[in-house]
């Protein structure tokens, strides 16, 4: 059965309201349940407390900002998806993967 636009924000309300209300909990909830920093992968939700330290060095370590394969990377993908959309070679316009 299909959804009707009332049911639908109706539910997002009722979401807004759940979330609203576990806000102030929620990190001392992911730490109750022992997910490490490993698992949760978040550069934000960190034990240490170190969020921008973190933060810089998943930039720092990511292939498009190293030195050598950063321009190759990004040359590869203007090569792939813009520039033959630039020339207008629809033949050979790939979809990105993200």
Do not use: C, H
């Amino acid at each position: 059965a299909a959804f009707t636009p009332q049911m639908v924000a109706d539910v997002e309300n009722a979401l807004a309201v759940v979330i609203g209300d576990v806000r102030g909990q929620i990190v001392p909830l992911v730490d109750a349940f022992g997910v490490s920093d490993f698992r949760l992968n978040s550069a934000l939700g960190r034990s240490d407390g170190k969020v921008y330290e973190n933060y810089l060095q998943w930039a720092m370590e990511d292939p498009l900002n190293q030195e050598e394969t950063g321009s190759a990377i990004r040359t590869d993908w203007f090569n792939k998806y813009y520039k033959p959309v630039l020339q207008n070679d629809t033949t050979t316009t790939r979809t990105p993967r993200l």
